[in-house]
């Protein structure tokens, strides 16, 4: 059975894209001036990518995340845990936008390896909850899920680096 966007779902979704775009470039804002000054500075692995390409991946994800939260919000699955599953999107989408703060603006490398954990844990139990209703919404948290998977370790081996900062 095949569903299609009708044209009163386009607003929604739009909205939902609109939303989680915002999230991350005001967070993005709140930490600019970090990433071209401090971050600059400290130790990075040699694997550590280049900071263009943060920019292009996280609008993708961005981009996938307000799909997955459309696809569950809008679900007419009586079975679907909808309040669960918004609940844990809007907290990994907090998460996430903290996150930049704690590591760029405050420079708390070490407590944003804690809060990146978290921002995972949260990532993957709303995938694996979302999987059982709403397959699309779930894998659209794939790449997001191993994109953070790797930032989490970039963050981990940059504060192995620079401890005594």
Do not use: D
């Not at 779902?9 to 930490?31: E, K, T």
């Not at 400290?42 to 995340?65: D, E, T």
């Amino acid at each position: 059975m095949k569903t299609y966007l009708s044209s009163t779902q386009i607003i929604p979704l739009l909205f939902c894209v609109f939303f989680c775009l915002s999230v991350g470039g005001f967070s993005g804002y709140l930490s600019s001036n970090e990433v071209y000054g401090w971050y600059l500075t400290i130790q990075k692995p040699s694997w550590n990518p280049p900071n263009w390409l943060f920019g292009p991946v996280w609008i993708c994800l961005y981009i996938c995340m307000g799909v997955s939260l459309f696809l569950n919000w809008t679900n007419k699955n009586p079975e679907a845990p909808k309040k669960l599953l918004l609940s844990l999107f809007f907290i990994q989408l907090f998460l996430n936008g903290l996150w930049s703060i704690v590591f760029f603006r405050w420079h708390a490398i070490g407590w944003a390896l804690v809060e990146i954990m978290a921002l995972l844990a949260t990532m993957i139990a709303y995938t694996l909850i979302s999987y059982k209703t709403q397959k699309w919404a779930s894998l659209l948290f794939v790449p997001y899920i191993l994109w953070v998977s790797f930032a989490s370790f970039l963050t981990f081996t940059i504060w192995q680096l620079n401890k005594g900062l």
